[in-house]
């Protein structure tokens, strides 16, 4: 059997501990723009639909606009915050903890990265959909796993699409383009994260149809 051509063991830790990171980014230490760069320029190898390459990101560091988007974010996401979820196993409601605090912290954040992608979808199909949204959601993902790698986090958060417009607004952002997250992006505080726990994998597959 020939070698892999990665170190598997470096790759699989990679990819097992890239967490959403709310409770541990660091507010204090600067994040360099060079880094983020870094980060984006792997991301733009990521694949896309047709080879379209429409994403676009959106790099916030501006006080001012962090704030603004962290009010929009508050705003947006009042219903969600305020809806009860009972019986929650304590997984969940660690989440919905750190989850909170992003909420309140979020302007605290030192970079907001919005990855963006021409076009708009607004009232078709599921095909067209998915295949709009698979031309970005891969590079954005590669944009966190290099940020992981080089000792920064971040979380998805898609809470302040409520205020779509009005962040766009805020932004600059043409009418044209659509906003698909909201990635706050730090050092971590530490870099010791573990895998989650997760159900067995065979309970989640079927093979050769839904069985």
């Known amino acids: 059997m020939n070698a892999p051509p990665f170190d598997v063991a470096v790759t699989d830790a990679l990819l097992s501990t890239t967490r959403s990171v709310r409770k541990r980014l660091d507010f204090d230490r600067p994040v360099e723009r060079e880094v983020i760069l870094d980060c984006l320029r792997l991301a733009q190898q990521a694949p896309t639909g047709s080879n379209s390459q429409g994403w676009r990101w959106v790099v916030v560091t501006d006080a001012e606009l962090r704030a603004g988007l962290a009010q929009l974010y508050r705003e947006a996401s009042a219903d969600y915050f305020g809806a009860d979820r009972p019986g929650a196993d304590p997984q969940t409601s660690r989440v919905r903890d750190s989850a909170v605090y992003l909420r309140d912290n979020l302007h605290r954040v030192p970079v907001h990265v919005i990855p963006c992608i021409n076009g708009r979808v607004d009232g078709r199909g599921n095909a067209e959909a998915a295949g709009f949204y698979g031309s970005v959601l891969p590079a954005a993902w590669s944009f966190m796993l290099a940020l992981r790698s080089r000792g920064l986090g ?58």
């Open 154 to 211: 971040s979380a998805w958060t898609t809470l302040h699409l409520g205020r779509e417009r009005e962040a766009a607004a805020l932004l600059g952002i043409p009418e044209t383009v659509t906003q698909v997250a909201l990635l706050p992006v730090a050092y971590t505080l530490g870099t010791d994260f573990r895998p989650a726990v997760r159900p067995a994998v065979e309970r989640i597959i079927h093979f050769d149809g839904w069985s």
